[in-house]
């Protein structure tokens, strides 16, 4: 069992920044595939970025150049650095992990069995 605990979310005014961790729980840790996602208000839940176990990114084309993913394997800690932040943005976060270690369900929901309590990021303009 994964466990995934964010932190980081908050409100910001348009063009600022924000970072969020995510604590991760797992003793292979770095095998795992971690990602985010972000549900914004009314709407589905959709990828962020995705990094797999040798530092492949990939980003959703609208955070692409603002926001960046990495992963502290000796800390277990994945982040998100979030700049240029627009109104958006403005969603509830969500960590994801899954063992497909190469990341190759992209931003398929079904492939990240594994998800965190979530983080509230608001945009303000």
């Known amino acids: 069992q994964v466990h995934l605990v964010e932190s980081g979310g908050g409100t910001v005014q348009a063009g600022g920044s924000l970072r969020l961790s995510c604590g991760v729980s797992?003793?292979?840790?770095?095998?795992?595939?971690l990602g985010w996602f972000r549900q914004p208000p009314g709407k589905e839940r959709e990828g962020v970025a995705t990094?797999?176990?040798?530092?492949?990114?990939r980003y959703a084309h609208s955070v692409t150049g603002r926001f960046a993913i990495s992963r502290d394997d000796a800390k277990r800690i994945l982040y998100l650095q979030m700049n240029s932040l627009q109104p958006e943005d403005t969603a509830m976060y969500y960590c994801?992990?899954?063992?497909?270690?190469?990341?190759?369900?992209?931003?398929?929901?079904?492939?990240?069995?594994?998800w965190g309590q979530g983080t509230q990021v608001t945009v303000s303009s």
């Open positions: 990094i797999n176990r040798v530092g492949k990114l």
């Open positions: 994801v992990a899954s063992h497909d270690r190469w990341c190759a369900g992209g931003f398929g929901l079904p492939f990240y069995p594994y």
């Open positions: 797992e003793y292979d840790y770095s095998y795992l595939c």
